[in-house]
């Protein structure tokens, strides 16, 4: 530990102040090595809010101050003008005042260059603060005395009280001292801790007792005191970590540049050191719906935990007998509470929800009000995680069991999902309402703080809801009915809120459900949901790869008898998105002898023709002859079908898109084109009209066009479009064929 010699600085300032130079032998900075050198040492310490260089503020730090007498003359007087240099003399005179011949002020008395001694000092600090025989604290921003109520118009960057409330640092410096001394801007005395406990405890939530004795013994719980410094903040993350080893009595080695697992190891370090449940006690009223590790990410998760007190294990074991099934005491497991690679070893009374088996109850060894504290959790593989925002009716009786919680996130990046609902027009649906309103461009985004979208579609009252959830890493997709309702008036936007708290309760089950269907080989999944008291169903498909963290979801409406599937479950298919220039999805299957072409930058796989076939050409297909025995034409039918759909069949939505095509080595004849079907609304409702009395047809959707005589122009056959299918609830997909010239 180094200390200032208050009279030796004294003495250089005073020579300064009157133009001499001071002797440069003065040694300002004294080592002390050893509890024992420092037990008949008394000291005054410094807490205090450093100062902003990017405000042109600037402190004094060690190796300046270690050779301050030494230094160039230029150089001395650049410090001297520096506001931290004047901390420092304010500090020593004060000291000198109050008889003191020590003084630390950590700006300058910690050498930051030298990681052990930064480490040392950082576990120590709370003991040296503790230690002091004054604490001054000094508040820049105050004239007078300390405000007694929040006043955001003249402390706006924090919080409404002055800066040194908000810093991270400051919390031990106010808690370890026994005598802290408040000071203006001016070091003018404000008072001290004791008299200004009442003032203290509404700025900072701080008990009195903890203010005027201590934090002492029994030590507070780990919630209670990390809830102090829900509202703080320091300028490196780690160091709100780093700022609360002393307050909670663990100690560990320093890593700047982890980041926020920094609070991560404080916490496992608090579950090694003691058996504390309150550590799990954090955002209690669970306003945030998500999954996540049992460990919160920082000291605001907290906030909310002033009131809570640890239970010791004799007395959890006595309230527990009333609720357990067990017959026998579990105290002996209940107090196994360790960190391990496989998670936190911990036994817990679990309660199930009744109407959400996924989703547990937990009761922890610690209180509020009296009441036992209780948080929710979900297992996922072979942990438990958080389950934040449930909702409903936990049963009356509870198991004991053994559980390992996550005390990890794995970190994920947002997921989109890109939603195709074009064909819902056909049967009169449309989109309505959505909750959270963020449904951009047929496309949902959900991220770690926001996993949750409903998405509302209607027709005349029957209305059914598309949600896309994210739990545990795990995309679900699922249909969330209801009855139908006088759309007159109705509040859709009410509803789809209402909906999102009422589904956020499954999002656990609808995830395994997920995870459970991708367990097989399939690109794509299917799922038929029946609308009650209607004749509609809904079909989704959805699709996409984990690795970009980019799903389709392909949304349709059909007639319905009723007697469909299971409603929760998804069916694999042999599906794949060719490219996004398709009106539909398409199933492949490719057959032999056929050829890779680029269109538009992707590769289509394309077989000849024996025959002549226009685009649009649909039908079934010869798997022995390998062609295809044509029925009609889309663009034919479009003229029959025009009146009925209200279309145009002159419209330039239906004119085919041309596209030069090469082939695998880049090559290709610049009159070489490939005709493809516009992907378009119009498109996808002719294919829907069509597909509701085709089904299990083919389509061609591409052809290749060549000038060479000789050769035979190709084309690409491509199944009916899956989600435009009402009658066939799974199409086997034909390759492409061609056109002969």
């Known amino acids: 530990m180094h200390l200032i010699d208050v009279l030796a600085f004294l003495e250089v300032e005073g020579k300064l102040s009157r133009g001499l130079n001071p002797d440069a032998e003065t040694r300002i900075l004294v080592d002390f090595h050893g509890s024992a050198v420092l037990a008949g040492c008394e000291y005054a310490i410094l807490s205090h809010c450093w100062e902003v260089p990017e405000k042109g503020e600037k402190e004094v730090h060690f190796k300046e101050i270690k050779k301050f007498t030494m230094m160039k003359p230029h150089k001395r007087d650049e410090i001297r003008k520096r506001d931290g240099y004047r901390k420092i003399l304010d500090t020593c005179r004060r000291a000198n005042k109050d008889g003191l011949r020590w003084a630390w002020v950590d700006s300058c008395c910690i050498n930051r260059e ?47 009280w002055p800066k040194w409330f908000s810093r991270g640092w400051t919390l031990q410096e106010l808690v370890a001292p026994r005598i802290v001394h408040f000071y203006d801007k001016g070091w003018s005395f404000i008072g001290d801790k004791q008299e200004l406990a009442v003032t203290l405890k509404a700025i900072t939530r701080i008990p009195s007792s903890v203010l005027k004795d201590g934090i002492g013994s029994p030590r507070p719980c780990a919630a209670k005191i990390l809830s102090w410094a829900a509202d703080r903040r320091t300028t490196r993350v780690e160091d709100i970590a780093y700022s609360l080893l002393g307050l909670l009595d663990v100690t560990m080695p320093m890593l700047y540049g982890e980041g926020k697992k ?99 109850k937990a009761t922890l060894a610690c209180r509020r009000y009296g009441t036992l504290v209780t948080i929710d959790l979900a297992p996922w593989k072979t942990k438990y995680y958080r389950y934040c925002g449930a909702s409903g009716t936990p049963k009356s009786c509870a198991m004991i069991r053994q559980v390992f919680l996550a005390h990890q996130d794995d970190v994920h990046d947002n997921i989109n999902f890109e939603l195709d609902d074009r064909t819902i027009a056909y049967h009169g649906f449309s989109y309505c309402s959505s909750f959270p309103p963020k449904v951009l461009n047929s496309s949902v985004t959900l991220t770690r703080a926001n996993p949750l979208t409903v998405v509302v579609y209607n027709r005349d009252g029957t209305h059914f809801a598309v949600v896309f959830g994210w739990c545990f890493g795990q995309e679900w997709v699922h249909v969330k009915s209801g009855t139908n309702v006088k759309e007159d008036g109705y509040d859709w936007e009410s509803h789809a809120k209402k909906l999102y708290h009422q589904t956020w309760n499954m999002g656990a089950e609808h995830a395994h459900l997920m995870k459970d269907a991708h367990s097989g080989h399939s690109l794509f999944y299917m ?47 042999k599906l794949v998105a060719t490219d996004h220039n398709m009106p539909g999805l398409m199933s492949i299957d490719w057959s032999p002898g056929s050829s890779s072409l680029s269109v538009g930058g992707i590769q289509v796989e394309f077989l000849s023709a024996d025959q002549e076939v226009q685009l649009g050409d649909y039908g079934y297909w010869n798997q022995e002859r390998q062609c295809l025995e044509q029925e009609g034409n889309i663009f034919k039918d479009l003229k029959s079908l025009a009146s009925r759909l209200h279309v145009d069949p002159v419209d330039v939505a239906y004119v085919p898109i041309k596209q030069r095509v090469v082939n695998k080595e880049g090559t290709g004849m610049e009159s070489d084109v490939v005709l493809s079907l516009p992907n378009n609304q119009h498109m996808v409702l002719l294919l829907k009209a069509l597909a509701t009395s085709l089904p299990d047809r083919c389509l061609v959707t591409r052809v290749v066009q060549s000038s060479l005589h000789h050769c035979r122009c190709q084309g690409e056959l491509s199944e009916w479009p899956v989600c435009l299918t009402t009658e ?10 061609g056109l002969a010239v």
Request: aromatic share 12%; with cysteine; proline share 4%.
């Open 114 to 160: 030298s990681s052990s001694e930064l480490s040392e000092a950082i576990n120590s600090m709370f003991r040296w603060y503790a230690n002091s025989r004054l604490c001054y604290a000094f508040l820049q921003d105050v004239e007078g005395s300390l405000p007694t109520e929040r006043n955001k118009e003249r402390y706006p960057e924090s919080g409404g």
């Open 728 to 737: 066939a609830f799974f199409i086997h997909y034909c390759p492409a064929i």
């Open 527 to 573: 799922k038929h949901i029946h609308l009650p008291q209607s004749i509609w169903a809904v079909k989704l498909i959805c699709g996409g790869q984990k690795k970009t963290r980019k799903f389709t979801v392909m949304i349709d409406v059909g007639l319905c008898t009723g007697f469909c599937h299971d409603p929760l479950k998804w069916r694999g298919l």
């Open 262 to 360: 920094a609070f991560q190891r404080l916490q496992e370090e608090i579950i090694r050191r003691f058996n504390d449940h309150s550590i799990f006690a954090w955002d209690h009223n669970g306003k945030d719906l998500r999954t996540t590790s049992v460990l919160a990410d920082d000291p605001s998760y907290f906030r909310g935990c002033h009131n809570i007190k640890r239970v010791e294990f004799d007395e959890f074991v006595r309230e527990l007998k009333e609720v357990v099934l067990e017959e026998e005491s579990c105290q002996a497991q209940l107090q196994i509470f360790s960190v391990t690679n496989g998670g936190i070893q911990i036994w817990l009374p679990l309660t199930p929800y009744h109407d959400c088996p996924s989703i547990f």
